[in-house]
T-cell receptor, first 114, second 117 residues
Framework: GDSVTQMEGPVTLSEEACLTI???????????LFWYVQYPGEGLQLLLK?????DKGSNKGFEATYRKETTSFHLEKGSVQVSDSAVYFC?????????????FGKGTLLTVNP | GAVVSQHPSWVICKSGTSVKIECRSL??????MFWYRQFPKQSLMLMAT?????????EQGVEKDKFLINHASLTLSTLTVTSAHPEDSSFYIC?????????????FGPGTRLTVL
């Protein structure tokens, strides 16, 4: 079945440092890929997405490129802020037939210190 | 917009009792709602998908008689954990989608922490 593997945390960075959270997936067909963020005490929010190979999703300074050859969707940000501290989830939807279920990775806790 | 709430945010109950968790879409109509379960340091596992006015579709391995799901209106879905046991202790998260089947973006609630003593 489909699966998502993302780097285990926690990840601790200083403000303005570069961030990369690795994510790889296993899926048949052509899945859509997502990054969700969960701030403390809040629900998951869609951060960015990409629906086909070589697409780049971006939002709030975060970027991720859909790499079909390496089955990856790594999350990057050039300069993190304290407000970026949250749990980040990589996910996919494999819409074969009528199946639109989200498959999540385990999440990566990011803490950014001033 | 697209806010989803859950109630309660946390609940503690005795073994053998039933617990109801509500999921509401506050500013949109949710044709489809999803219920997930999350264990510590684990990913979210889909339990079931419900479409308004229809019976829920449960994932393999999820006991439908234990986890009762009702989606009676376009803004409310409930998950009832019947005869709860300590192994049911977990974090339960719902999400809601405007379109049938969840083809639209899923908007997530903040989750409900259930502890069964």
């Amino acid at each position: 079945g489909d699966s998502v593997t993302q780097m285990e945390g926690p990840v601790t960075l200083s403000e303005e440092a570069c961030l990369t959270i690795n994510c790889t997936y296993t899926a048949t067909g052509y899945p859509s890929l997502f990054w969700y963020v969960q701030y403390p005490g809040e629900g998951l929010q869609l951060l960015l997405k990409a629906t086909k190979a070589d697409d780049k999703g971006s939002n709030k300074g975060f970027e991720a490129t859909y790499r079909k050859e390496t089955t990856s969707f790594h999350l990057e940000k050039g300069s993190v802020q304290v407000s970026d501290s949250a749990v980040y989830f990589c996910a996919l939807i494999n819409s074969g037939g009528s199946n639109y279920k989200l498959t999540f990775g385990k999440g990566t806790l990011l803490t950014v210190n001033p | 917009g697209a806010v989803v709430s859950q109630h309660p945010s946390w609940v503690i109950c005795k073994s053998g009792t039933s617990v109801k968790i509500e999921c509401r879409s506050l500013d949109f109509q949710a044709t489809t709602m999803f219920w997930y379960r999350q264990f510590p340091k684990q990913s979210l596992m889909l339990m079931a998908t419900s479409n308004e006015g229809s019976k829920a579709t449960y994932e393999q391995g999820v006991e439908k008689d234990k986890f009762l799901i009702n989606h009676a209106s376009l803004t409310l879905s409930t998950l009832t954990v019947t005869s709860a046991h300590p192994e049911d202790s977990s974090f339960y998260i719902c999400s809601a989608s405007r379109l049938a089947g969840g083809t639209d973006t899923q908007y997530f609630g903040p989750g409900t922490r259930l502890t069964v003593l």
